[in-house]
């Protein structure tokens, strides 16, 4: 490389060229991370790899300054960083070297963990460990149509400030200490009354734990009743996060089917009777959305009562019905002490709060506060204490008053963009009114998942309604949120999911009939739609909704719902 000279005003600095071994570091300037943070990164994996051996001469900083065109400053305090951290020494008029005492054991195997490519040193990947495949990402901001979102933009900021800030400007020293793993009293006090009214259970402040949202409720009560290697009732259709919990404690999950009217209880008994805990959605079943019929809640509080088991009740939206008031929890019929409820804020008010809570049977409490004490030892004490004012003052009540009114046009904007748009390609059929979501399965022979993939790209989250089955069989269509989306977002979405619907291919997802049609890109940022052209299926009316054998292979986007 030539020399290159900088002119400084007056002043003419000549660097050298630097040895080729300095012509690998590269400098992103797009990326997130500082220069500095670069320069020092490099330098460190340099010499834990064993690129760089003990005693080593690194260029100076006015060198690599000139070399990698940045300001000598980022060099000279990366530099620094590097001498504070023990991998260089500088040496008085001489420069920077490699420090010694860095055993030739440790580059060793770090070189043997260097992965090809990207040179960054990666740990060991877990092996036994099925459940990874169900923990997935999910969109991280409001798109249209989106799963388990509510309406964030309709959020009482107003009210939820005041509130904070009078709680801030009385500076109690309480609120800053370690605080009870039940949860503040006070918030536990405002959720009894609250469900004493609003939902009709009768439970005592000392019944509640209050939980980091729906998945530590189910987290907790997996640990606090069962055992490795017992058996859980899980729904099939149902919630993906739930399996994840039992999967990872090594419990097994027994898949019982979901109907019209709820979860199966002679199935599951059929299945395993002497399961030792049942997870079920009664209000609004996630994802078919349908209700537990009332004998099919006698049999299930018969079946925990015969075979001593427990019940987790999961509530994640029965406040939200649109014609009459919400129907009772499964709870307010249990007259054995077999059901643990689980509440969340997450759909109320808003999932970033991480704000939910169990009512449990007075002998399982003091079991569920030691494992939250080992857990997290406290959900955050400011947050609780500004939830449980705004509940207390009655601002919860107001705003899911106001929500049921916004959900309920929002969910006829749906329906009705539903049927004018897409009745060709899904079937709605009924729709119990309740809950933030409305299902949609496919008429006709497509990739839900594909489909999915696809629309993420144009900011559209539509949940494939395949990846919430665990067993051999899945019925194909989506999930699709209405809360979280305004009226004037609902059409353009839904005919951005038609046409990607109509361009996908027309054969099964299991490969069973196969056609020369248009595909959708099977990676994100393919920009072009359209793989393979050809025919496509006619856009009948008749044809019954698609179910077909489950993919289990390729990647997939999976979608997760009460947390």
Not at 205 to 223: A, F, H, K, N
């Amino acid at each position: 490389m030539a020399d290159t000279i900088v002119r400084r005003g007056i002043a003419t600095i000549v660097s050298r060229p630097l040895s080729p071994l300095w012509n690998t570091l590269t400098l992103d300037r797009q990326s997130s991370t500082p220069l500095q943070e670069q320069i020092v990164a490099y330098f460190r994996e340099a010499v834990l790899g064993g690129r760089l051996a003990s005693g080593s001469r690194v260029p100076s900083s006015r060198a690599l300054a000139v070399e990698q065109g940045v300001a000598r400053i980022t060099v000279v305090e990366a530099y620094d960083r590097l001498v504070a951290e023990g991998y260089l020494v500088a040496r008085r008029s001489s420069g920077f070297y490699v420090a010694d005492g860095i055993p030739l054991a440790f580059h060793d195997k770090a070189e043997r963990m260097v992965g090809r490519g990207n040179g960054r040193v990666r740990t060991p990947i877990l092996k036994n460990a099925p459940w990874s495949e169900l923990v997935f990402d999910r969109p991280h901001e409001p798109l249209a149509l989106s799963l388990g979102t509510p309406a964030v933009d309709e959020f009482p900021w107003a009210v939820w400030s005041r509130i904070t800030q009078k709680l801030y400007r009385e500076r109690r020293q309480d609120l800053l200490c370690y605080g009870d793993p039940r949860g503040a009293l006070e918030l536990r006090t405002a959720i009894a009354r609250y469900l004493g009214t609003a939902r009709g259970i009768a439970c005592d402040p000392e019944q509640i734990i209050v939980v980091s949202g729906s998945q530590q409720g189910i987290d907790l009560t997996s640990r606090a009743l069962v055992e490795r290697s017992e058996r859980v009732w899980i729904e099939e259709p149902g919630y993906a996060m739930a399996r994840a919990v039992f999967q990872a404690a090594a419990i097994k999950p027994i898949l019982v089917p979901v109907d019209r009217d709820g979860i199966n209880v002679a199935a599951g008994i059929a299945l395993a009777q002497r399961a030792r805990l049942a997870v079920v959605s009664p209000s609004h079943q996630y994802p078919l959305g349908v209700t537990l019929s009332l004998p099919r809640r006698l049999a299930l509080l018969e079946w925990a009562e015969a075979a001593n088991a427990w019940i987790l009740e999961d509530d994640y939206a029965g406040e939200f019905r649109y014609i009459g008031a919400p129907l009772p929890p499964l709870y307010t019929l249990d007259r054995s002490n077999r059901v643990i409820y689980l509440g969340t804020f997450s759909k109320s008010l808003a999932p970033a709060l991480r704000q939910g809570f169990l009512v449990a049977p007075p002998e399982l409490v003091g079991r569920l506060k030691g494992l939250k004490l080992i857990a997290d030892r406290q959900t955050p004490v400011l947050d609780q204490h500004v939830l449980a004012r705004f509940i207390a003052e009655g601002h919860l009540a107001v705003h899911l008053r106001r929500m049921r009114i916004i959900y309920a046009r929002r969910r006829t904007a749906l329906l009705s963009s539903l049927r004018r748009e897409a009745a060709a390609l899904l079937e709605v059929g009924e729709t119990p009114e309740v809950g933030l979501h409305i299902v949609a399965r496919l008429r006709v022979p497509a990739d839900d998942v594909a489909i999915s993939r696809y629309l993420l790209q144009r900011r559209i989250h539509a949940a494939p309604l395949s990846q919430f089955y665990a067993g051999a069989t899945a019925q194909f269509g989506f999930a699709l949120g209405f809360a979280g989306t305004c009226e004037h977002q609902i059409r353009p979405a839904v005919r951005e999911l038609v046409k990607a619907i109509e361009m996908t291919a027309a054969r099964p997802p299991n490969g069973a009939r196969k056609k020369n049609v248009a595909r959708l890109p099977s990676r994100p940022g393919d920009d072009n739609p359209l793989l393979e052209r050809g025919g496509r299926e006619p856009r009948g009316t008749a044809a019954p909704p698609y179910s077909a054998a489950r993919r289990t292979s390729g990647a997939a986007v999976r979608t997760s719902g009460s947390t």
